[in-house]
């Protein structure tokens, strides 16, 4: 298993990582933990998101619990 494919982006804003939306509600869901948070593997999508929530993608690798902000200048 290569354990690089289990990297996925995540948001985060401030100290929580954003989970998703509550049912039947504009509301959003949030965690104080990685392990909760929504994930993506498109980048595109993960940044659309971040602009909708005001958060700031971050790379969550949930096997080897690493976690590193996503520079924006280099995109990685």
């Given at each position: 298993m290569d354990?690089?494919?289990s990297?996925?982006?995540i948001i985060k804003r401030g100290a929580e990582y954003l989970v998703g939306r509550i049912p039947y509600s504009t509301e959003?869901?949030?965690s104080g933990s990685p392990y909760d948070a929504w994930s993506t593997r498109v980048?595109?999508?993960a940044e659309a998101v971040a602009r909708m929530t005001g958060g700031d993608l971050w790379l969550?690798?949930?096997v080897a619990g690493q976690l590193r902000e996503v520079n924006r200048k280099?995109?990685?």
């Open positions: 354990i690089r494919k990297t996925v982006l959003l869901r949030w980048r595109e999508q969550w690798n949930p280099t995109g990685g």
